[in-house]
């Protein structure tokens, strides 16, 4: 081995990730979905692969209001190359909404020629906004991929509001 994994290696690691992979082809036909599209979608392999994806399979949301391709069908902005990078919601196949980090980008062969698209989307977990805006962590006690304050910010942050509440008698 040459220091590079072959293909089936490269299958094998992204069949096992958490975050959500699939391709589409140039008709918009699913002919790939990972482990953790499963998860995160609820949707199985056999159930997607073939189908097209404006097959209401993966529905995105735009402020939880449903709508096909809201952000772009993952055809139209790779044509040119670009990725293209959203925070949106979509539809799990039990109902409820999943809010997602949602990357699009061209899938090209050997030749560079683009063939499909790959989506790769992972679940955002949803922070509550803080009412006042003082007691908010400066941003670089945020985590950069989940905007969840740090152990310390967060443990430093209940211990003033156990403080406030002790002494205020609440």
């Known amino acids: 081995m040459s220091g590079i994994p ?3 290696v490269f299958q094998a690691i992204v069949d096992r990730i958490d975050s959500g992979v699939y ?11 990972n482990y953790g599209a499963e998860k995160i979608s609820g949707f199985l392999s056999q159930e997607v692969l073939g189908r097209a994806c404006r097959d209401s399979i993966l529905v995105e949301y735009d402020d939880h209001n449903p709508a096909m391709c809201v952000h772009q069908c993952p055809l139209e902005g790779v044509r040119h190359g670009a990725r293209h990078e959203v925070m949106t919601y979509l539809r ?12 699009t980008m061209a899938l090209k062969n050997r030749a560079g020629d683009i063939v499909g698209a790959v989506k ?14 003082t007691s908010r962590p400066p941003v670089e006690d945020l985590d ?7 152990r ?11 403080e406030a509440c002790t002494t205020q008698g609440a």
């Open 144 to 150: 950069a991929e989940t905007g969840v304050p740090s």
């Open 120 to 133: 790769v989307f992972s679940e955002k977990i949803a922070v509550p906004e803080l009412r006042d805006e």
């Open 23 to 33: 391709a589409v082809d140039l008709q918009g036909k699913i002919s790939y979905w």
């Open 6 to 8: 072959d293909a089936q």
């Open 152 to 162: 310390v910010s967060t443990e430093a942050f209940l211990r003033e509001q156990i």
């Open 92 to 103: 799990h196949r039990a109902g409820h909404v999943v809010p997602v980090r949602l990357w």
